[in-house]
């Protein structure tokens, strides 16, 4: 019998290339509001998990979830703003 054994380079090569790109950092960097109201939305979800919710966790969570969408329509009214011609 022949055993097949994958050797880690061959499985997943490292690249040279690997860093990020200073765009992809800028993008990461105009969408972290976003990314830190998730991550507290997701920490309110998580803290409820194993027990019913009160009144103050419900409140936490529909405030995260406010945070979100204040982001996310932040993020998007930026990026119209910055379109040649602006709103249509």
Known sequence: ??????????????????????AEL?????????????????????????RTPSELDERRIRRARRRVLAARRALTNQAIATLPGGAA
Do not use: H, Y
């Not at 019998?1 to 200073?22: C, R, Y």
């Not at 990461?28 to 194993?50: F, H, K, N, R, T």
């Open 1 to 22: 019998m022949k055993f097949i054994a994958a050797l880690q380079n061959v499985v997943t090569p490292w690249p040279d290339g690997l860093e990020p790109s200073d």
């Open 26 to 50: 800028d993008a990461i960097e105009w969408e972290m509001p976003l990314i830190l109201a998730g991550v507290d939305l997701l920490d309110a979800q998580i803290a409820v998990l194993d």
